[in-house]
């Protein structure tokens, strides 16, 4: 489920539709979580989609740890990637705000960490990177990791609209974590290793 301080909106020719903020969303809000709508469909169901539906299913889903695929039921599809996003995923099922977000501005992630299948080429944005390879969670970990850490602190510090959605055993993660008693799982155990599957 995506925050409800989003819209769809044209961004440019390129990117087509994107997802901006309807409103301010600061950093530690959770931008998106699965919830029970979502469709998470494995591989060789997937193989099993006729073109009709398989191709509609690889432009909107990403790949979790297990290789299967996450569909998003609602607008959450149309976040679209950037090399400086504002979102993070996590290892708990949700991503989060890993900076203040303005009224208006896009909603994105940087798709190196969504296990897509083929590498592809994207608009650079400033950064030292302009393509998207499969296998970047390995490579950019350590950044991503960095910028979790240092949201999560600010989720107990503003306004949660998604956390009714969470399940009950990443509720207690999260203040496990909270509280100094566990430790922020690495966004590395997101990745999907297509060779040992």
């Known amino acids: 489920m995506i925050h409800p301080h989003t819209a769809v909106k044209y961004i440019d020719a390129e990117k087509g539709y994107g997802l901006v903020a309807t409103r301010p969303i600061p950093r530690g809000t959770i931008t998106w979580t699965l919830d029970h709508l979502d469709r998470v469909i494995p591989q ?10 398989h191709d509609i299913l690889m432009k909107y889903s990403f790949r979790n740890n297990r290789g299967e695929y996450v569909f998003c039921w609602d607008n959450g599809r149309y976040i679209n990637h950037s090399f400086n996003a504002n979102c ?78 969470l399940e009950p055993e990443i509720l207690r993660i999260l203040h496990d974590i909270a ?8 966004i590395r155990t997101c990745y999907y290793d297509g060779a040992r599957s």
């Not at 060789?44 to 539906?53: F, G, K, V």
Request: glycine share 6%; with cysteine.
């Open 179 to 186: 509280e100094g008693h566990s430790e922020l799982l690495s």
């Open 88 to 165: 993070c995923l996590t290892p708990y099922n949700f991503e989060v705000a890993i900076r203040d977000i303005d009224e208006g501005e896009e909603i994105t992630d940087d798709y190196g960490y969504l296990n897509i299948i083929e590498p592809f080429t994207a608009s650079a944005e400033g950064s030292e990177r302009s393509v998207v390879y499969p296998d970047d969670l390995l490579r950019y970990a350590g950044i991503w990791d960095q910028k979790l850490a240092a949201a999560f602190p600010d989720m107990a510090l503003v306004e949660q609209p998604l956390q009714v959605f």
């Open 44 to 53: 060789d169901e997937m193989a099993r989609q006729d073109s009709r539906y």
